[in-house]
């Protein structure tokens, strides 16, 4: 469906009374990316300060971030409410059913939006004029979800909207408005400073259609209640939290992975199961004294507050481990050349950690920056 319809204000009422026979989950997805482009009306930095509270900003990031992650379907803590029931003219996000945060209407006659924030309090805007880039954009959106879809197929526009998330904003539109609302999170950086810097990549990564990890975002919106509700400071300081760990897991898993595939070079084994020991090959053996570590360091990261004294042996041990890898080839010199060689390993020095270190080194730093964190 093209953006640029005859009778596009008529279009957006045709979409929003569609958007009431999808689930709620395509619901929420779909007013989600809408209140993402939104944030165009709401740019000038005096807004920040003052009819667009920084904590207010911050719930409107979590309800997008709660809702796009997935998580939403499991906590349901924000839903998707419409009215009129049988014709719907206003789709609202609220949390917990009760305290809406954004809408977007056609019951004025044309298009508009609205931010909610205390009881009572918020400010909207119409477009009295002509349907924005955004109102049709959620048009167009809603219709390609909705397409082909009835009462009894609603999953197909629920796969639908999980693809939708990787979608650009924009998609491929050239607007000002996209400046604009990446303005706002520039703006809300310099008034939240270090603490405003995870949203401003965040929202970055949906204009681009490059969304960050959805794991990360799915933890991020996990975040417990008392801590979104003690502010962006707060919240930030668990975000760090949460990318340390996360970070460390995938360096972890790149290095488990190198150490299986060296490990089929050598024995041609393969599997899940750590590294064996079939001989008395040195690399054999730095494979095996490198594993049990690092499974000693996936566990403690995995509990909900890593113990950082228990942290700080194990790194000292897999620093320890990459020292005796270099003594190793130091004492043999250049006979584990061509043993290399002979091993398939992809090395042209001595010995495998010696030679193979960056992946290690990550995994340490990586490790030392949480523990710095905890």
């Keep these: 469906m093209a953006l640029d319809q005859a009778k596009p204000a008529k279009e957006f009422e045709n979409a929003l009374r569609r958007l009431g026979w999808l689930s709620a989950y395509s619901r929420q997805v779909l007013m989600a990316r809408h209140l993402l482009r939104s944030f165009a009306a709401i740019s000038h930095p005096d807004d920040i ?3 667009v509270p920084g904590d207010f900003a911050l719930d409107l990031f979590r309800c997008s971030i709660t809702i796009l992650a997935g998580v939403n379907r ?14 719907p003219e206003t789709h609202h996000l609220a949390y917990k059913r009760k305290e809406r945060i954004f809408s977007a209407s056609i019951a004025s006659g044309m298009p508009d939006i609205h931010f909610h924030f205390g009881k009572g309090s918020g400010f909207g805007f119409e477009n009295s004029n002509e349907i924005s880039v955004e109102d049709g954009l959620l048009s167009f959106e809603i219709h390609a979800v909705a397409k082909n879809v009835s009462l009894t197929t609603k ?5 639908r909207a999980v693809a939708l998330r990787n979608e650009k904003l924009w998609r491929d539109l050239i607007s000002e408005d996209q400046a604009d609302a990446l303005r706002f999170f520039d703006n809300w950086y310099e008034w939240a400073g270090k603490n405003g810097a995870f949203w401003r990549e965040w929202y970055q990564g949906f204009l681009d259609g490059k969304p960050l990890d959805w794991e990360l975002q799915r933890r991020v919106a996990l975040i417990d209640d008392a801590i979104w509700k003690a502010g962006p400071e707060a919240v930030a300081e668990e975000i760090e939290k949460i990318r340390a760990k996360f970070d460390l897991e995938k360096r972890i898993e790149n290095l ?20 064996e020991m079939l001989d008395k090959s040195p690399i054999a053996q730095e494979l095996i004294i490198v594993w049990q570590p690092l499974e ?23 620093v320890t481990v990459m020292k005796k890898g270099f003594a190793w080839c130091l004492k043999k010199g250049n006979l584990i050349v061509d043993t290399a060689i002979k091993w398939a390993i992809p090395a042209s020095g001595t010995g495998y950690l010696a030679l193979n270190p960056e992946k290690l080194v990550t995994v340490i730093e990586a490790a030392k920056k949480l523990l710095g964190i905890l």
């Design 74 to 87: 499991d906590t349901q803590q924000f839903s998707s409410p419409y009215d009129p029931i049988n014709r």
């Design 49 to 51: 300060l003052s009819s």
């Design 256 to 275: 488990e992975a190198e150490l299986r595939r060296a490990t089929v070079n050598r024995h041609g084994i393969g599997g899940n199961k750590p590294p």
């Design 155 to 159: 999953v197909l526009a629920d796969r």
């Design 296 to 318: 000693d360091l996936k566990e403690e990261i995995s509990k909900e507050d890593p113990d950082p004294k228990h942290l700080q042996t194990i790194i000292k041990t897999l």
